[in-house]
């Protein structure tokens, strides 16, 4: 079972920041909080991960909480090919992915 | 650089039959795993490949085998379809733990 709370769905506005938030709040010490999106009829795509420490990429930024029970993904600014399905999943390094349902994130001109 | 090439992209079979998925991992990976993608549900973990032998399995019935060969790439078997069977199934590659998905099988069982 996904060890991750998402919300089922939120809506963002394009060119503004999107934040979407997961609780892991059973995390263990060893595992990685990962990042994958899905966009329609694809492969998921994967986004970011980290383990303590916030972490920034070209395609978004990643913050996690100081006692590590919970995450926010930020798209600084979200465009309409942003929309998508957005997965977090927590996992030691190496092993498999395991995905809930995830938050399906609708962009909006 | 090709990333994860998966094939056929769409398959339909009847209930019973067997079929065979293939997929080419990335260029420079050497671990592989398949997924299977019920609609409207997130991917649920089939099992993985590293040096040719299954190194992890999901909770899926021995109906689901699978192979990989010296070169990488892997196989998906499916003995007995069940119409249930139908799916998305994506394979994902990975070299030290970060994955590269592909585009998908999608399978009907009809």
């Known amino acids: 079972d996904a060890k991750t709370t998402q919300p089922p769905s939120m809506d963002c506005a394009e060119g503004r920041a999107a934040n979407l938030p997961c609780n892991h709040s059973?995390?263990?010490?060893?595992?990685?909080v990962y990042w994958y999106r899905q966009i329609h009829s694809q492969g998921p795509q994967y986004i970011i991960h980290g383990l303590k420490n916030n972490e920034t990429n070209e395609m978004a930024s990643l913050i996690i909480t100081e006692d590590r029970k919970s995450s926010t993904l930020i798209l600084p600014h979200a465009t309409l090919r942003d929309t998508a399905v957005y997965y977090c999943?927590?996992?030691?390094?190496?092993?498999?992915?395991?995905f809930g349902a995830g938050t399906i994130l609708r962009v909006k001109s | 650089d090709a990333g994860v090439t998966q094939s056929p992209t769409h398959l339909i079979k009847t209930r019973g039959q067997q079929v065979t998925l293939r997929c080419s991992p990335k260029?420079?990976?050497?671990?592989v795993s398949w997924y299977q993608q019920a609609l409207g549900q997130g991917p649920q973990f089939i099992f993985q490949y590293y040096e040719e032998e299954e190194r992890q399995r999901g909770n899926f019935p021995d109906r689901f085998s699978g192979h990989q060969f010296p070169n990488y790439s892997s196989e998906l078997n499916v003995n007995a379809l069940l119409l249930g069977d139908s799916a998305l199934y994506l394979c994902?590659?990975?070299?030290?733990?970060?994955?590269?998905f592909g585009s998908g099988t999608r399978l009907t069982v009809v």
């Open positions: 994902a590659s990975s070299f030290e733990s970060l994955g590269t």
């Open positions: 999943i927590v996992r030691e390094y190496g092993n498999k992915l395991v």
């Open positions: 260029s420079g990976h050497d671990t």
């Open positions: 059973t995390i263990s010490g060893n595992e990685y």
